[in-house]
């Protein structure tokens, strides 16, 4: 008797084990797993904050101005009327005046698009959008370059993109004046 009590007491344990210790060690297993996925999440998270607070420090760090000129330079957000009235003022120091001003978006460049043996400059995963700028001025060759060096000096980052030009009519009596159309194109962060 003492045998079979002995077998049952075995058969009643290992039956035990496999219907309700087993399926608990098991999910103990997977909540191991999950625990150490969560302390390696809480370290990046850490690291990440770590850094956060290294760049908001450093970003303190900057006078009021060089922040200012910074948001200048590369904008944030597109601001076409900033854009044109930055542009005209600029104009306006050396005496002309814009006219017949559009803004568009630049034409998206593919592979196709590129002439044989032409290299494409910069990253093709942008981290910025651009916007072109064209405009006519009239006036003297002197002034008008003054205009492209006094852009070439401002704090916004402009690239020229076009620039056309043609004598004016000599019939307003001003033989040193012509007509120049200027593309720009202006960058702000995505």
Do not use: C, H
């Not at 098991?26 to 850094?51: S, V």
Request: glycine fraction near 4%; aromatic fraction near 10%.
């Amino acid at each position: 008797m003492k045998n079979i009590i002995s077998l049952i007491l075995i058969a009643a344990a290992v039956w035990i084990f496999w219907s309700y210790t087993d399926p608990i060690y098991k999910e103990t297993k997977g909540l191991k797993e999950i625990r150490t996925d969560y302390k390696t999440k809480l370290a990046q998270a850490n690291e990440f904050r770590q850094k956060y607070e290294n760049l908001a420090a450093e970003y303190q760090s900057f006078s009021e101005t060089d922040i200012t000129r910074l948001s200048r330079l590369v904008p944030d957000t597109v601001a076409t009327v900033r854009l044109v009235m930055d542009v005209s003022d600029i104009a306006a120091k050396q005496n002309l005046l814009i006219k017949n001003i559009k803004i568009s978006e630049p034409a998206k460049e593919t592979g196709a698009d590129l002439t044989p043996g032409a290299i494409r400059l910069g990253a093709t995963d942008q981290d910025f959008n651009s916007i072109d700028l064209n405009f006519s001025v009239t006036g003297s060759y002197e002034r008008f370059v003054a205009f492209l060096q006094d852009l070439e000096r401002s704090l916004r980052i402009l690239d020229v993109t076009e620039i056309k030009f043609a004598a004016t009519d000599s019939a307003k009596g001003d033989s040193d004046s012509y007509d120049f159309n200027l593309g720009l194109r202006s960058y702000w962060l995505k």
